[in-house]
C-alpha cells in the first residue's frame, strides 16, 4: 500500500520571536526551487507556511563557513534576514559543536556566536546612510526623506544589509500599519521597495517597533528592522544609548551600537517542528 503522505526533501520550521522559516540543507544536494514552489511552501493555507524559505548552501565566498539563501513569500531572494541568520547560525553551531561562525548571504558576510543556550549573538558592520546604497531613485537626505503616508511622515532610510525606512511616531499601537505604511514602500523614491519600520521611543533605552516588510507582510519580529530602528533613532538624537532593547510583537531583541557604528544583535532562536515536503517538490 503506498504511504499516505509523500516522502520528499526533508524541512525543519523555526522561528525568532515568531518570525518563522522553513529551513532545507542544501548543501549535499542543491535545492533551487521555482517561485511557484517557494509560494507554496511559504503559505499558511496549503504549505507548510512562513515568512521566507531558507536554503542552506556551501559557501561561495572565503572565510564563510555557510552561504544562507533566503526566499520571500513571492519567491524573490532577499538580501539579508537577521532573525533567520540567527536560527540557521544556531543549527550550524549545534551540528559543529563550535562556539562562532561566519554565514554568508546575498547582502554579505555575517558573524555569529553563541550567547546562551538558545541566543544568538549577530556582529553586523557598519550600516550605509547615503541615498545611492538605500537605494534611493535620486539624491536626498536620508535622515529626514520627503514621504508622508498618513502618520508615517519624514522617515530616515539606512540600509543595514537590506534597506529599510524607519518612521517615528507617539504611539505604535495607534498606527494601522497595513493601511499607511505600503505607500512608503512603494514610493517612487524607493524603486527598489524597502522595509518599513513604525517605531515609538519607550524610554531612551527601549523602542517599540512593528515593520511592514517587503513584499508586503507584517511579521511578528524583524531583527534587521530592530537595528535599523536603533540606528535611526541615534541619528536623529532621540537617543544617545548604546545598549537598546526593541520590542516587537513577537518579543524582544538587543541592539548594542559600537563607537563605528557597526551593531552586536542578541536573540533567541526556536524549533518548531520538522518534516518533509511532497516528492514533486524537488531540486532544480
Avoid at 542544501?26 to 536554503?55: K, M, N, S, Y
Wanted: with cysteine; proline share 7%.
Amino acid at each position: 500500500m503506498p504511504a499516505l503522505l509523500p516522502s520528499g526533501r526533508p524541512f525543519l520550521k523555526m522561528h525568532g520571536l515568531g518570525n518563522d522559516f522553513v529551513v532545507v540543507d542544501g548543501r549535499a544536494e542543491p535545492f533551487r526551487p521555482t517561485h511557484e514552489q517557494i509560494r507554496w511552501i511559504c503559505d499558511r493555507h496549503i504549505g507548510v507556511g512562513g515568512d521566507q524559505l531558507l536554503v542552506i548552501e556551501p559557501p561561495s565566498a572565503a572565510g564563510a563557513d555557510a552561504r544562507m539563501r533566503i526566499y520571500n513569500v513571492d519567491g524573490a531572494e532577499a538580501e539579508t534576514c537577521l532573525n533567520a541568520t540567527r536560527c540557521v547560525a544556531w543549527l550550524l553551531l549545534q551540528e559543529s559543536g563550535a562556539g562562532r561562525l561566519r554565514l554568508e548571504t546575498l547582502g554579505g558576510l555575517i558573524d555569529a556566536a553563541r550567547f546562551g543556550e538558545r541566543d544568538i549573538a549577530l556582529g553586523l558592520p557598519a550600516p550605509r546612510w547615503d541615498w545611492q546604497s538605500i537605494p534611493l531613485a535620486s539624491e536626498a537626505d536620508t535622515l529626514a526623506l520627503d514621504m508622508a503616508s498618513g502618520p508615517l511622515v519624514q522617515p530616515t532610510a539606512v540600509n543595514v544589509g537590506n534597506p529599510h525606512v524607519v518612521c517615528f511616531v507617539g504611539n505604535r499601537d495607534e498606527v494601522d500599519v497595513p493601511r499607511w505604511a505600503p505607500a512608503i514602500q512603494n514610493h517612487p523614491m524607493l524603486w527598489e521597495g524597502a522595509n518599513v519600520g513604525v517605531a515609538a521611543m519607550a524610554a531612551p533605552d527601549l523602542i517599540r517597533l512593528v515593520v511592514w516588510e517587503r513584499p508586503g507582510i507584517l511579521t511578528r519580529a524583524c531583527g534587521s528592522g530592530a537595528c535599523a530602528a536603533v540606528l535611526a533613532a541615534r541619528r536623529r538624537g532621540l537617543t544617545q544609548e548604546s545598549l537598546v532593547k526593541v520590542d516587537m510583537p513577537g518579543g524582544c531583541l538587543r541592539v548594542e551600537v559600537h563607537g563605528d557604528e557597526s551593531v552586536t544583535l542578541i536573540g533567541p532562536t526556536a524549533v518548531a517542528f520538522s518534516g518533509r515536503l511532497p516528492a514533486d517538490v524537488k531540486a532544480a
